[in-house]
T-cell receptor
Framework: DSGVTQTPKHLITATGQRVTLRCSPR?????VYWYQQSLDQGLQFLIQ???????AKGNILERFSAQQFPDLHSELNLSSLELGDSALYFC????????????FGPGTRLLVL | DAKTTQPPSMDCAEGRAANLPCNHS???????VYWYRQIHSQGPQYIIH???NNETNEMASLIITEDRKSSTLILPHATLRDTAVYYC????????????FGTGTRLKVLA
């Protein structure tokens, strides 16, 4: 158990819809990272927040957005969903802002029909 | 753009050492080498990291060449539970975060 929690575990929705994925980092960790993993693909970094502020951006689509709240939990919002957005979405956390060991949550499996 | 190169797959007999290579020829002085693994579709799990010295923990050993252009992760006595995809990553300790996972090495431990 990494100490990172993600909800929900599974999500099934339809194209065009909007969903919110939630992540709670390990106690004491200030950074939250979001990754997308499509079927049999590697992990694609989406975005990082550190202590409430956006710190780094990867290959995140404009239809996707994220935020980190004062209690340090984070939400990833996916809108106008397409079939290709079906994937595993992982959240990770670390103590600092760059280059540190990341601890991953169990992921949210999103299926867009 | 992955900064590391790993073989796509490897097999290892149970009980034997698994040696997983990684090439990171463009690594810079302030970049660490990290290893993670992902068992089935679970969240990746941190294994070990190092800068230039060899490192060992309860899970594995990390051997980094003197020129730091390559490294090897060693699982000393592989078990069936070590079957996973292993990712080698270089991570800067300054500036903007860059964690590029690539496709990793799929290790299969055989009974």
């Amino acid at each position: 158990d990494s100490g990172v929690t993600q909800t929900p575990k599974h999500l099934i929705t339809a194209t065009g819809q909007r969903v919110t994925l939630r992540c709670s980092p390990r106690s004491g960790d200030l950074s939250v990272y979001w990754y997308q993993q499509s079927l049999d693909q590697g992990l694609q970094f989406l975005i990082q927040y550190y202590n409430g502020e956006e710190r780094a951006k990867g290959n995140i689509l404009e239809r996707f957005s994220a935020q980190q709240f004062p209690d340090l939990h984070s939400e990833l919002n996916l809108s106008s969903l397409e079939l290709g957005d079906s994937a595993l979405y992982f959240c990770a956390s670390s103590v600092g802002s760059v280059g540190e060991t990341q601890y991953f949550g169990p992921g949210t499996r999103l299926l867009v029909l | 753009d992955a900064k590391t190169t790993q073989p796509p797959s490897m097999d290892c007999a149970e009980g034997r050492a698994a040696n997983l290579p990684c090439n990171h020829s463009t690594i810079s002085g302030n970049e660490y080498v990290y290893w993670y693994r992902q068992i089935h579709s679970q969240g990746p799990q941190y294994i070990i990291h190092g800068l230039k010295n060899n490192e060992t923990n309860e899970m594995a050993s990390l051997i980094i060449t003197e020129d730091r252009k390559s490294s090897t992760l060693i699982l000393p006595h592989a078990t069936l539970r070590d079957t996973a995809v292993y990712y080698c990553i270089v991570s800067t300790t300054s500036g903007t975060y860059k964690y590029i996972f690539g496709t990793g090495t799929r290790l299969k431990v055989l009974a």
